[in-house]
């Protein structure tokens, strides 16, 4: 076999970033490492503009429109040559937030050229001043995963629970023999069983989009004391809180060196939760697919299913989203358990951790696309479900004894024992619409209710199941 180390493009190590890139690659604008480097020069340059123009470094000159542009710019350009560049830098530093420094101060010392005459030259000790590494990358990570969540995975996880939602609506009347445990139970309606799942993953993205992304600026381990020797009349709480919401973010004033990641924590563990809700969607879907409750759409699936067996088509999006599920979920749990622990005032075990937080989104990502994609392709069999609600005319057993319950309560004689006259009557026996009519006009109960339930059958047997899909937006 040929030695893969010679094969020409360089080949993906990971199926994120090798055969399912396509689904995926939108995060790597925020969650690649140039898109880490990308957020810590953004920080690095707002918070030399801030101090500047907050007046905080005594004897600082202000800086001019153009200095500003010129400084933001270096952000707006980001680029394939800033990114060869800061490998080159870092090659040399051996640390990433450090290269981003002398990048900085690097544009710093080219701005005449640019600009003219310009004091940026002289700024250069101002660039990192009162920063350890952590300040810059506790919040760059924090703006690189709110924009990642917000402008990517949310619109998915919207999406594929607006879908279900639309599917709900459409089939709300559509009947279907439930099955508790495996074994026929009460009916309802195929879209009241997509609104469950609507509901249940609507609760999820309203928690994901509720989350605080925290973020400290306050020095090597958190008590701001090179800050308050070098520039001693300075409010630094204010400042620092001032900087924080610049940045959008929710100021964290009591940390170590690190900001502690208690909020990833918690937004991974809602994340997961979603994730399961989505997993159980997929292993019902493929279990109705298998009793052809949905009837899978060829044209739609784009699948050549089996290759041997021609008469197959694998509902392979839902065992595709069920995987990738897993496996971000996973990953999900070990950053959150990670995450939160740090010894002392500070180590590094969180630096490694959180260059996979794009890894587990992407799964998560991966799985939403196959779900929508599967959804789509799949049609409501409507002949099958009302042919298995027809089949099971023993589910009518729990209206029949509640029934007469409420009559026995009412006034009514004769209804003593009503479960146990049902359960000689139908458990472990297949009943026919026949043998229950009869078995309710043998039980004497007053008119009106004889009346409703000999015209109950499998099929209207559905209760308030269309209207319960009114709760969910």
């Not at 952590?134 to 999406?159: M, S, T």
């Not at 008469?311 to 990738?324: C, G, T």
């Not at 990953?331 to 005032?345: E, H, K, N």
Request: charged share 20%; net charge negative; aromatic share 8%.
């Amino acid at each position: 076999m040929q030695d893969m180390a010679q094969m020409q493009p360089p080949i993906a190590l990971g199926a994120l970033d090798g055969r399912y890139r396509g689904a995926v690659a939108p995060l790597t604008n925020y969650f690649s490492e140039a898109g880490l480097n990308r957020a810590r020069v953004y920080v690095e340059v707002e918070w030399l503009i801030y101090l500047l123009d907050n007046n905080v470094l005594p004897g600082a000159p202000s800086l001019t429109d153009p200095e500003r542009d010129y400084l933001r710019a270096l952000t707006r350009d980001f680029n394939s040559g800033t990114i060869a560049e800061l490998a080159k830098t870092e090659a040399v530093t051996r640390h990433d937030v450090k290269a981003v420094e002398y990048y900085i101060k690097n544009r710093l010392e080219a701005a005449p050229a640019v600009l003219g005459e310009t004091s940026l030259p002289s700024l250069h000790e101002v660039v990192h001043i009162f920063c350890t590494s952590e300040d810059i990358n506790n919040l760059a990570y924090a703006l690189v995963i709110q924009a990642g969540i917000q402008n990517v995975w949310l619109p998915a996880a919207r999406a594929l629970k607006n879908d279900l939602l639309t599917r709900a609506r459409e089939n709300a009347d559509v009947p279907m023999l439930s099955r508790t445990h495996g074994q026929p139970a009460t009916p309802s309606t195929i879209g009241k069983e997509l609104a469950v799942f609507a509901y249940r993953l609507g609760r999820q993205i309203k928690r994901v989009e509720n989350t605080e992304y925290l973020g400290k600026i306050n020095g090597a381990t958190g008590t701001f004391g090179a800050h308050i020797v070098a520039v001693p009349g300075a409010n630094w709480f204010e400042i620092s809180r001032g900087f924080v919401q610049h940045l959008g973010l929710t100021w964290n004033p009591v940390t170590t060196q690190i900001e502690s990641h208690d909020w990833q924590a918690e937004l991974y563990a809602d994340i997961a939760r979603y994730n399961r809700i989505a997993h159980n969607f997929a292993t019902d879907a493929w279990t109705y697919i298998s009793l052809d409750y949905f009837h899978q759409n060829l044209a739609a699936q784009g699948s050549t299913g089996s290759s041997t067996m021609p008469h197959k088509v694998n509902p392979i999006r839902f065992e595709n989203a069920e995987a990738n599920l897993e496996i971000s979920s996973a990953l999900l749990d070990t950053l959150g358990a990670t995450l939160v622990t740090s010894r002392m005032q500070r180590d590094l075990t969180d630096s490694t951790t959180q260059r996979n937080i794009g890894v587990a989104i992407g799964h998560s990502l991966l799985a939403l696309d196959n779900l929508q994609r599967g959804l789509a392709g799949i049609d409501i069999n409507a002949e099958k479900m009302a042919a298995d609600l027809d089949g099971n005319w023993e589910v009518l057993g729990e209206a029949v004894q509640q029934a007469m319950r409420a009559a026995s309560i009412a006034g009514a004689s004769g209804m003593e024992d009503p479960y146990e006259r049902l359960k000689e009557l139908t458990r472990g026996n297949r009943v026919t619409g026949d043998q229950m009519r009869e078995f309710i006009k043998g039980l004497n109960m007053p008119s009106d209710v004889e009346e409703r339930l000999l015209a109950l059958t499998p099929a209207t047997y559905v209760g308030l199941a269309a209207d319960v899909i009114n709760y969910v937006d």
